[in-house]
């Protein structure tokens, strides 16, 4: 996990505030994922991101979330206008190519714990 | 529309024993899968994985065992320590369509002194 970066490691923000994630991958990994962990679930896709592209959003709700993963700078996963129902823990997770591979799997953050109160 | 499911929540078993941890699979694509270990307040870490070329993967005290008719695998451990107590998420792709990992709601594992 040391390799991935997340942060804020908790964040606390009030219905209808913004909240910003950001992470920076493993050194020499240029993609970049996004998994969402609600209370008692297992870890949801959300999105899959190379420097400036967007691969897959599949998972992404269509409305408040955004995600970018800028050529310079870390990933950012950004939610608009918080509900209570955005509390979960938000993972990242780097990979060195587009590619999951049997030698390369994927290596996650510690995660931000998002409170919305 | 659960594509990896672990059915037991939880999961308690004596230290120096073994400890099974059972995964199934709705997905016929699937052709890669993996498993991931949990602590408190971390992030997931990669444990043991197998292709689906393969009925089993041993790493250590860590064994995979994949059954592709069943669409089932489960995962080893032994002996059990009580390092080994952590939630374990059971994970599948399909390298050959996207590069998305599924995972299922996990297994808290507790191993008991």
């Known amino acids: 996990n040391a390799g991935v970066m997340q942060n804020p490691r908790h964040l606390v923000r009030r219905r209808g505030q913004e909240a910003r994630l950001r992470c920076s991958p493993m050194?020499?990994?240029?993609?970049v994922y996004w998994y969402r962990q609600l209370p008692e679930e297992g870890l949801k896709f959300m999105v899959y991101l190379q420097k400036e592209n967007i691969i897959d959003e599949s998972g992404m709700p269509k409305e408040r979330f955004s995600a970018e993963f800028p050529k310079e700078g870390p990933s950012i996963l950004r939610i608009q206008q918080v509900v209570r129902g955005d509390s979960a823990a938000y993972f990242c997770?780097?990979?060195?190519?587009?590619?999951?591979?049997?030698?390369?799997?994927?290596?996650f953050g510690n995660g931000t714990r998002l409170t919305v109160t | 529309d659960q594509q990896v499911k672990q059915n037991s929540p939880s999961l308690s078993v004596q230290e120096g024993r073994i400890s099974i941890l059972n995964c199934d699979y709705t997905n016929s694509m699937f052709d890669y899968f993996l498993w991931y270990k949990k602590y408190p307040a971390e992030g997931p870490t990669f444990l043991i994985s197998?292709?689906?070329?393969?009925d089993k993967n041993e790493d250590g005290r860590f064994t995979v065992f994949l059954n592709k008719s069943a669409k089932h695998l489960s995962l080893h451990i032994v002996p059990s320590q009580p390092g080994d107590s952590a939630v374990y998420f059971c994970?599948?792709?399909?390298?050959?369509?996207?590069?998305?990992?599924?995972f299922g709601k996990g297994t808290r594992l507790h191993i008991l002194p």
């Open positions: 050194k020499g990994h240029s993609h």
């Open positions: 197998i292709s689906s070329i393969k």
């Open positions: 994970a599948a792709s399909a390298l050959n369509r996207d590069d998305k990992i599924i």
């Open positions: 997770a780097s990979s060195p190519s587009g590619l999951i591979s049997y030698n390369s799997p994927l290596h």
